[in-house]
């Protein structure tokens, strides 16, 4: 039981450069996070998707997408890297329902964009 | 705009000793609640969960919630070296996403 992964690791890119961050998770959980986190500021909410086919704006949305791809998987895109994304972004998933609401956090991935 | 405080710190405890963490939080409707320890370069790792008034223990680890005044703490007791890490307080409604505080350090010293 892997939990919940995440690829990249490490990521540097340039200034105007796309990637696609992977997260995938086999605790069966219907609801995804993406969060960043920089020093001082905490972990705020990008994007989230309560179950699988919807997706909402967290705290900090812009310069980011996001697709469900399936119940396990939740991917993040910078289509166009700016050096205020550099950060750590780390994917957590839940089992909302029983009464539960306990978020498990991906190892995270450290991304900076010069 | 909900709102979730923590004391920043460093808090320094000697080995042995009960460190004491708190929380509060501004959502009235908030309905469950979270104690997360995260280490240096380490992602944040799920110790505690409390969703009712009152204490919740589970080892060296103790959270206690009060809802009329928002309130969260932990306390760990006999507080080892290992213990040292940063400790975020996460608040939630049902079905939503948590708000996270943006933790607590704490040094245990040996």
């Known amino acids: 039981n892997a939990g919940v992964t995440q690829t990249p690791k490490f990521q540097v890119l340039k200034t105007g450069q796309s990637m696609t961050l992977q997260c995938a998770q086999d605790m069966n959980h219907n609801s995804m996070y993406w969060y960043r986190q920089d020093p001082g500021m905490g972990l705020r909410l990008i994007y989230y998707?309560?179950?699988?086919?919807?997706?909402d704006k967290g705290e900090v949305p812009n310069g980011y997408n996001v697709s469900r791809l399936n119940k396990r998987e939740f991917s993040l895109r910078l289509e166009s890297a700016a050096p205020s994304q550099t950060s750590v972004y780390f994917c957590a998933s839940s089992e909302v329902g029983g009464g539960t609401y306990e978020q498990y956090f991906g190892p995270g991935t450290r991304l900076t964009v010069t | 705009q909900k709102e979730v405080e923590q004391n920043s710190g460093p808090l320094s405890v000697p080995e042995g000793a009960i460190a004491s963490l708190n929380c509060t939080y501004s959502?009235?409707?908030?309905?469950?609640f979270f104690w997360y320890r995260q280490y240096s370069g380490k992602s944040p790792e799920l110790i505690m969960s409390?969703?009712?008034?009152g204490d919740k223990e589970d080892g060296r680890f103790t959270a206690q919630l009060n809802k009329a005044s928002q309130y969260v703490s932990l306390l760990i007791r006999d507080s080892q070296p290992s213990d040292s890490a940063t400790y975020l307080c996460?608040?939630?409604?049902?079905?939503?996403?948590?708000?996270f505080g943006k933790g607590t350090t704490l040094s245990v010293s040996s």
């Open positions: 998707s309560a179950s699988e086919g919807t997706t």
């Open positions: 959502d009235r409707g908030s309905q469950s």
């Open positions: 409390i969703y009712s008034n």
């Open positions: 996460a608040v939630g409604q049902a079905g939503t996403a948590l708000i």
